[in-house]
């Protein structure tokens, strides 16, 4: 019996889609820059996805945090702290999830832990979301079509930090944040995946959508 294995990320199926789920394009003529489309969704890579809890008015705890990531821990409402591969986005006054694009997420638990003590938690999650990009010129009206949020209130993105919010999102959740480039990172579950990338091919059409690699 053989014991190879291919993890894959949950959208590996929809990676090259067209419009709709079923209408696929040549990849020559779908990925080149003649194929205008006013919405464009990319999955990330395999990740590191770590749920972490802690106090957050603990100096030891945060300082910890920032020498294993690199990354300040964002203590102020729905902001974001990031450097090029590794985010913290704030999910409440005790709760936080790290992404490390491409990274071990055993490794990144195993030096969070040896750093870290106390009343702490950290939990892999990373099999159970996933993270994507939107991006063109029709995701603000997808956006509107798709959650009550208001995304103006949001706090601006800039270097190294953006706005974060978690909302109700085609009658899903998702975690949202906004880029400096004026597109969008959404983490949802795995198990609703399938169903938000067919609401976005649908709400996309009118604009032109495609599922990039």
């Known amino acids: 019996m053989s014991v190879d294995s291919k993890v894959q990320t949950p959208l ?13 394009s040549d990849s020559s003529k779908l990925f080149n820059t003649d194929v205008e489309c006013g919405l464009v969704i ?19 705890f ?24 590794i985010s913290i986005y704030w999910l409440g006054p005790s709760e936080w999830c ?10 990144l638990e195993a030096a969070l832990r040896a750093k870290l003590s106390g009343h702490v938690s950290i939990v892999d999650i990373s ?8 991006r063109g010129h029709g995701v603000e009206t997808v956006l509107k079509k798709s ?35 004026g597109s969008y990172d959404l983490i ?3 198990s609703f995946a399938d169903y938000i ?8 059409a009118e604009f032109g959508c495609r599922i990039e690699r």
């Open 12 to 24: 590996h199926y929809f990676h090259g889609v067209f419009g709709r789920p079923g209408i696929e």
């Open 42 to 60: 990319k999955e990330a890579p395999l990740s590191a996805h770590l749920n972490v809890r802690g106090d957050a008015g603990d100096a030891g």
């Open 62 to 85: 945060c300082k910890a945090v920032a020498d294993v990531l690199g990354v300040a821990l964002p203590t102020d409402p729905g902001l974001c702290n990031h450097n090029d591969s």
């Open 98 to 107: 790290v992404i490390a694009l491409g990274g071990d997420a055993a490794e």
């Open 127 to 134: 099999g159970g979301q996933t993270l994507i990009n939107l």
């Open 147 to 181: 959650t009550v949020c208001d995304f103006e209130a949001l706090p601006m993105a800039k270097p190294g930090q953006r706005g974060v919010t978690q909302s109700t999102f085609a009658k899903t959740s998702a975690v949202i944040s906004n880029r400096c480039d």
């Open 188 to 190: 949802i579950r795995r």
């Open 197 to 204: 990338a067919q609401w976005l091919l649908d709400a996309g």
